[in-house]
């Protein structure tokens, strides 16, 4: 009899934590993710301030051949579609249109990343692809924190973000009409993907091709190509480009 009544009292223990559900587990981001989002709300903050004709779409997730693309922000008008990818660094920026990584100088210390110039023209281009409308009706813009110091010779549109509004109002020409714009804006919310673990699929996918990068540039091997890395001089300084040229043109700093 006692050995039935301890039988009976374990299960009625083991019960609740057998049915008790296991809590998800926490996912913390990382510092750069942290700082990416504070940009690109500043950012979205800006281009709330623009006339109620502009289109606002932020953070947008779109699939491309089995892959997801991510962008910040993308502003559809009656004058274009801006494609806006942003950088919240804040100290002085190299780069140029050609070099595969760009890099930051902050108190002494270099960061290197990903040419913001590439990076957003494959996000026209699959934009282009996905909207079925000419390249030239997009206008890419690289914007960067007010706090950095942009020493890019003056790239055309890589500007500070204080200057974001004022140089989308600058386009005067209209290239849509309003039904094309209300068409447009009715696609993008169509191949929006709002599923928050693609998105974490993505943000993986991105760090790790960083990770792989970086692993062939201390090794000196080129990743677009395979190539050796050789140290060349060029007018603004030393460089590592690759020994496949001129038919692979990749460079680093």
Not at 54 to 73: C, E, K, P, R, V
Not at 136 to 151: H, Q
Not at 216 to 226: H, V, Y
Request: aromatic share 12%; charged share 25%.
């Amino acid at each position: 009899m006692i050995v039935i009544i301890l039988l009976f009292l374990l299960i009625i223990f083991l019960i609740p934590l057998l049915s008790k559900k296991k809590e998800p587990t926490k996912k913390y981001k990382s510092s750069a993710e942290i700082l990416g989002e504070i940009g690109e709300n500043k950012i979205a903050q800006i281009l709330n301030t623009l006339p109620k004709e502009y289109q606002i779409f932020n953070n947008i997730y779109l699939s491309n051949n089995g892959m997801t693309t991510q962008i910040d922000h993308i502003v559809v008008s009656i004058y274009g579609i801006f494609v806006i990818e942003t950088k919240n660094y804040k100290g002085q920026i190299y780069g140029n249109n050609n070099s595969e990584y760009w890099t930051e100088n902050f108190y002494g210390k270099t960061y290197k990343f990903y040419n913001p110039i590439k990076q957003n023209h494959s996000h026209i281009k699959v934009l282009q692809r996905l909207l079925r409308i000419p390249f030239d009706t997009f206008t890419s813009i690289i914007v960067f924190s007010n706090n950095a110091t942009l020493e890019c010779n003056n790239l055309e549109n890589v500007i500070y973000s204080l200057e974001l509004k004022e140089f989308i109002q600058e386009f005067k020409k209209p290239i849509f009409n309003v039904l094309d714009v209300k068409k447009i804006s009715d696609k993008l919310l169509q191949y929006n993907i709002d599923n928050e673990d693609i998105k974490e699929v993505h943000i993986k996918n991105v760090q790790q091709k960083i990770f792989e990068k970086e692993a062939l540039l201390s090794k000196k091997i080129c990743p677009k190509c395979g190539g050796r890395l050789v140290e060349r001089k060029g007018r603004y300084g030393n460089f590592l480009g690759c020994s496949n040229y001129p038919r692979c043109k990749f460079t680093s700093k």
